[in-house]
């Protein structure tokens, strides 16, 4: 019994990864974006950019933008490569 019911699990799991995978690939399809949006658009990540070049620090831009400071230097990594 105990197998039974361990197999119907299994194949549970195996329809809902066949399912999200059918769903990821249909939004890629229509060109929807997949995953968290990102947390500085690029005018805001333009800002950082420019407020950094002027001498603010991270904790300047990260206060006048809403995000963490982690966000503002990952902007400014993405940016300078």
Known sequence: MAGV???????????GRERRTAA????????????RPKALVTSKAALAQRMHATGESA?????????????VYRV????AS
């Open 24 to 35: 990821r690939e249909a939004r890629r399809a229509r060109g929807q974006a997949i995953g």
């Open 5 to 15: 019911l361990a197999s119907l699990a299994e194949l549970e799991l195996e329809l």
């Open 59 to 71: 904790s300047t831009i990260a206060a006048a933008l809403g995000v963490s400071r982690a966000t």
């Open 76 to 79: 400014l990594a993405e940016e």
